[in-house]
């Protein structure tokens, strides 16, 4: 099978786990691998730890895109400059956009001539059955669609994210109608080329269906969640944590993106609410960000600063540090924000926390994660308006009335058992093998 992703090791992100365990474990299920990717990309993360485990004869092909270096387009999309005023910052604010409505699918699409140019190359040089090209970024699903309408390979899309909820919040997005309507077009031409869709919520794959069937498609749609690698967490437990442990705090963890999707503006309600009843309370908080987080987020956690529990700030760190400072958590911090779509998405992250058999605080709306959270943890969920549901979970950790960091148990153990990497990666094997068997019928 060829893969298509942009994004793939060293690349970093919590978007590249999924793609490089199905390549890890896939010849496990008689499917071996060849990947198409960026030789150049433009990111803002590299993560080496992420190669290990990689198959030692997997056969890469890298293509080069005519994206800015990440560097030169932070500079250019830096808010900072963009709000001093002046003509040099209207001139910012004028290339930005115009780049953002040529650019379409997304930036990657620079990535498109070469990545289309290579894949047939390669696609000549070795027999293949199958492609399998995964989403964001979306440039991958159409180079994808292209190399299988050139080879006549069926395709199996992979969406992480919805198209259309990344359409709608992704940071910097234009949302003029021209611009969306290239989006749609662009998203029906991919699913007539599909003859499998794979998404990771049932919602989502619900959703993807009837858009396939709005463009006249039928694709195969199967659902496979994110997960965890028993591997990371053996791994992680031979490495420190980003953060070392301090006596007499309670250590709660975010780990991932802060952004309009993630919001952490309820945690920073509910320390309020605390501040105002017990203010000796909030001394005994250690709370830990790690990754990025947008300027409006940085803004939250300024304000609790001010309320005298200094959140700890942490960049980006290798994955098995990430996994390894999950498990140095009292419980772990989940968000997803009250939006329309939301009830929709599964965080990646969660599966893992769900492996580091700590307690969590789960900030998000009803929906398919909510729902997950409570088959394997009764009583961590809250929805994002129930501020003192939220700061009345706090004073019972932070007065010391929690039983243990560590969760366990049989229940626990069968709930998060078929979100295992190897798993899920046996169900893609059945679905390509499914693609490959129709296509001999």
Known sequence: MLVVSYHFPPVGGAGVQRIAKFVRYLPEFGW????????????P????SLLAGLPADLVVERA?????????????GAPGSAARGGVGAAAKRSLRRAAAIALQPDAQVLWLPDAVRRGRRLL??????????????????????????HSGLPLLTDFRDEWDLSSTYWENAPKDGATLAVQRRLQRYVLRRSAAVVATTAASTARLAARATEAGATPLARCIYNGWDADDLRHAAEVAP????????????????????????????ALTQLASTSPGLLRR????????????????????????????????????????????????LLLLSDLPGVDRVAPAKAFEYFAAARPMLAILPDGETAGLVRSVEPGAH??????????GWLAQRLS???????????????????????????????????????RAA
Request: with cysteine.
């Open 382 to 391: 809250f929805v994002p308006a129930d501020i003192s549901g939220i700061a």
């Open 400 to 438: 010391g009335n929690t039983v243990s960091r560590e969760l366990a148990g049989a229940d626990r153990t069968a709930a998060i058992a078929r979100f295992e990497r190897r798993a899920l990666t046996g169900e893609l094997a059945g679905v390509l093998d499914q693609l490959v068997a129709g």
């Open 32 to 43: 071996d691998v060849s990947v198409l990717q960026a030789a150049n990309p433009s990111v």
């Open 285 to 332: 908080l250690e709370l830990v960000v790690m990754g990025r987080k947008t300027p409006e987020q940085q803004a939250q956690l300024t304000r609790m600063a001010a309320l005298g529990c200094a959140p700890v700030d942490v960049p980006y760190a290798e994955h098995p540090v990430a996994v390894a400072t999950m498990r140095s958590a009292d419980a772990l």
């Open 124 to 149: 000549g040089r070795m027999s293949h059955d199958a492609i399998l090209a995964t989403a964001p970024s979306y440039t991958n699903l159409v180079v994808g669609a292209m190399l299988a309408r």
């Open 45 to 48: 993360l590299i993560d080496d």
């Open 64 to 76: 080069r895109t005519f994206e800015p270096s990440y560097a030169t387009k932070q500079t250019v």
């Open 242 to 269: 980003a953060v070392p442990r301090r006596d007499g705090v309670f250590r709660l963890l975010y780990t991932g993106t802060l952004w309009n999707l993630t919001s952490i503006a309820p945690l920073a309600d």
